[in-house]
């Protein structure tokens, strides 16, 4: 359970990166924001985004509440 945090963290992490590039641009690299043009497609990255980020506080509620199982039968 805690690789597929691992795992989830480093892919939602990444996701981010590129949402930013995607809504700010990047004038040294030579890469325009594209929002302006494609605000469909950024409204269904931001969500997925969020959604992913609701993934991860779920993931850690449930190895939490995993842990503390296991403290208590031992």
Known sequence: MQASLTLLTASASAAAAIVY??????????????CQQFESFCERISGSLIGSFAAMVILIALI??????????H
Do not use: D, T, Y
Request: net charge positive; charged share 10%.
């Open 21 to 34: 590039l995607a809504h700010k641009g990047n004038v040294r690299a030579n890469w325009f924001a594209i």
């Open 64 to 73: 939490s509440l995993s842990a503390f199982a296991l403290a208590r039968h």
